[in-house]
């Protein structure tokens, strides 16, 4: 058997998705700007995606739904957007992250960083989420923008982005959230949050690959990271994906609608292989089951290296993902677990394990079955991991 648990990577592309693509790739695949009517024929199903888009995310007439090729190319159009526009010419100089967001935000930040930003780096508490009051007290007046993403990538923890928009609002400050692993498991509803950049990416909720999405409050000015033609209203210049588009579209209106059963049937599957895996001595998940996207888990087990885990799923047909990894001798360890705090001996032992609509319950068995196989297997040859039992509670 094969079982899929790496959801938070990439999904499948939805069988309805692929139907509504195809006609795009060999029939109507004409160049959307071209005033042909081998160009018009795709403007329908243009048209038509993007009103699932925009509903996907409650976006308003007033706002812009930009589809760019990825959600990093969303967020780097953003932080560099707001260079250009507020801090290349004085008017500011500080932008707010934290530090679990994704590397395609901290890695952009670090380059701000070289060319004279301020970045403050806000650290996240035990349960892997930012304190309200350290971001009340890192903004200033020359506070251009604060990014912090609506879920973690790696322990599906659940920010206060409600919270977090009001704050900026308050203080009169741009806000940015990397919605990528939330759209499909939760409500994303961007009039509601008040944000004012929303990014997103379609491979992560059933759609194709290589084509995402950036939400602009109120058509909010914003520097183009790509010029060249008016694609896109001038705002993101490249021709058109036009089968992407259409597979996005298809996927959020279908994410949207699966809603309820991401809450009951998936998380169900999610808590029953949870439950399983802590009945294992020494073994922690960041974060309690409500506080997190349905489908996640980052699990620690104690004595097992992550990057061992893997291999031993690997060889039965389990795909899963750990932040860990072994660089010559050296273990590195998962820089989300050392970002909460978590001890030396945790550190480098993170599995994350993310299902979707597609996981069965036979998969869920499956795996109980093996990652007790696995850990048995590995604990036995550890050279580090002696059983005393404890009295352990779910979380770190």
Not at 13 to 35: I, R
Not at 107 to 116: H, M, N
Not at 256 to 282: G, N
Request: net charge negative; charged share 25%.
């Amino acid at each position: 058997m094969r079982v899929y648990l790496d959801n938070n990577a990439t999904t499948i592309v939805d069988p309805k998705v692929k139907e509504k693509m195809d006609p795009f790739f060999c029939q109507m695949y004409g160049n959307p700007n071209s005033l042909h009517q081998f160009g018009s024929e795709t403007h329908p199903a243009l048209s038509r995606a993007m009103d699932q888009l925009y509903k996907g995310i409650n976006a308003q007439d007033e706002d812009d739904v930009i589809v760019t090729s990825c959600a990093t190319e969303s967020n780097n159009w953003v932080l560099k957007g707001v260079y250009f526009d507020l801090i290349k010419d004085g008017k500011k100089d500080h932008i707010i992250t934290s530090s679990v967001e994704h590397p395609s935000v901290l890695a952009t930040c670090r380059f701000l960083e070289s060319i004279g930003v301020r970045i403050t780096y806000l650290p996240v508490n035990s349960k892997g989420v930012i304190e309200i009051e350290d971001l009340k007290n890192a903004i200033d007046d020359k506070t251009a923008l604060v990014s912090i993403m609506w879920a973690n990538n790696e322990t599906g923890m659940l920010f206060p982005v409600k919270e977090i928009s009001e704050v900026c609002k308050e203080k009169g400050v741009l806000f940015h959230s990397d919605a990528v692993q939330a759209i499909g498991k939760v409500k994303v509803d961007a009039k509601d949050t008040e944000v004012d950049f929303l990014s997103f990416s379609a491979h992560k909720f059933h759609g194709p690959k290589g084509v995402g999405g950036l939400y602009i409050k109120n058509s909010e000015p914003l520097s183009p990271l790509l010029n060249g033609g008016e694609h896109m209203g001038g705002r993101r210049s490249g021709t058109l994906n036009v089968p992407g588009i259409v597979g996005m579209g298809e996927a959020m209106e279908l994410a949207d609608s699966y809603l309820d059963y991401e809450y009951k049937e998936v998380k169900r599957l999610r808590d029953k292989l949870e439950d399983a895996i802590l009945k294992i001595p020494d073994t922690f998940v960041v974060g309690t089951k409500d506080e997190r996207v349905p489908n996640t888990i980052l699990v620690s087990i104690k004595g097992v290296e992550g990057e061992g885990m893997l291999w031993d799923l690997n060889r039965y047909g389990i795909a899963a993902s750990t932040g860990s990894a072994c660089a010559s001798e050296d273990l590195e360890s998962n820089p989300v677990m050392e970002a909460i705090g978590a001890e030396a001996d945790l550190a480098h032992t993170a599995l994350r394990l993310s299902l979707s609509r597609f996981t069965t319950e036979e998969e869920i068995d499956y795996a109980i079955e093996h990652i007790n196989r696995a850990v048995k297997r590995l604990r036995a040859i550890s050279s580090t991991y002696s059983y005393a039992p404890k009295n352990h509670k779910n979380g770190l």
